[in-house]
T-cell receptor, first 112, second 115 residues
C-alpha cells in the first residue's frame, strides 16, 4: 500500500522567507502527484499537478518538483506571505488504483 | 464555472440514525470520488464512480456505508445506523476522467457529527 509522508508537520516562518515542504512516498509506480492547499472550513484547492513523466511544475510563486525514482517531491514557496498560511497536502495517484493517497499535511504559518 | 458542491455542509445526527450526503460534481466530469478526513489527517479514499458505475468501493469501512450515482452525475453517500466513530469530514471530488492526466477537484465537504 502506498504510504505518503510529509515533513515537517508544522512550520512557522516570517513573511518574505522562501520555504520548502517535503513529501515522500513508498511506491514509485505512480501516475501523478498533486499538491493541495487546505484552509479551515473550506475545501481542498489543487495547486499543482505533476505527471509521472515530468520533473517539475511552476505556478506563480510555487514550484513543485518530482523525483519519482527516489519517491520524493518538494513544494517550494518563494517570498512567503501571510495569506499563504494554510495546511499543504501532498497526494499521490498510484498506478494500482483510482484513489489519491494523501499525506497528513504540513501546517504553515507565515507571520507578518 | 461552478465547482464541486456538497450538501449539507454540516450535519449533526444522533447515533443510530441514517444520513445521506450529497455531491454534485463539476459539469461534464465523468469520474467521482468520495473521501473521508479525520482531524489532523489527510483524506482517505472511500469509493470511486466512472459515470454511474461504482468501480471501486474498497475504502468503504463496512456495510453500513453505501454510495450511488444512478444517472452518472449527482452522487449520494449513505451511512446507516450511524456511530460516533463515523464523525468526520466527508469530501467529494470529481475529475474529467480517470487516468494519469486528470486533476481531482474537491468540494467544500460535509462535516458529520454523530452524538
Amino acid at each position: 500500500k502506498q504510504e505518503v509522508t510529509q515533513i515537517p508537520a508544522a512550520l512557522s516562518v516570517p513573511e518574505g522567507e522562501n520555504l520548502v515542504l517535503n513529501c515522500s512516498f513508498t511506491d514509485s509506480a505512480i501516475y501523478n502527484l498533486q499538491w493541495f492547499r487546505q484552509d479551515p472550513g473550506k475545501g481542498l484547492t489543487s495547486l499543482l499537478l505533476i505527471q509521472s513523466s515530468q520533473r517539475e511544475q511552476t505556478s506563480g510563486r510555487l514550484n513543485a518538483s518530482l523525483d519519482k525514482s527516489s519517491g520524493r517531491s518538494t513544494l517550494y514557496i518563494a517570498a512567503s506571505q501571510p495569506g499563504d498560511s494554510a495546511t499543504y497536502l501532498c497526494a499521490v495517484h498510484s498506478n494500482s488504483g483510482y484513489a489519491l493517497n494523501f499525506g497528513k499535511g504540513t501546517s504553515l504559518l507565515v507571520t507578518p | 464555472g461552478a465547482g464541486v458542491s456538497q450538501s449539507p455542509r454540516y450535519k449533526v445526527t444522533k447515533r443510530g440514525q441514517d444520513v445521506a450526503l450529497r455531491c454534485d460534481p463539476i459539469s461534464g466530469h465523468v469520474s467521482l470520488y468520495w473521501y473521508r478526513q479525520a482531524l489532523g489527517q489527510g483524506p482517505e479514499f472511500l469509493t470511486y464512480f466512472n459515470y454511474e458505475a461504482q468501480q471501486d468501493k474498497s475504502g468503504l469501512p463496512n456495510d453500513r456505508f453505501s454510495a450511488e450515482r444512478p444517472e452518472g452525475s449527482i452522487s449520494t453517500l449513505t451511512i446507516q445506523r450511524t456511530e460516533q466513530r463515523d464523525s468526520a469530514m466527508y469530501r467529494c471530488a470529481s475529475s474529467r476522467a480517470s487516468g494519469d492526466s486528470y486533476e481531482q477537484y474537491f468540494g467544500p465537504g460535509t462535516r458529520l457529527t454523530v452524538t
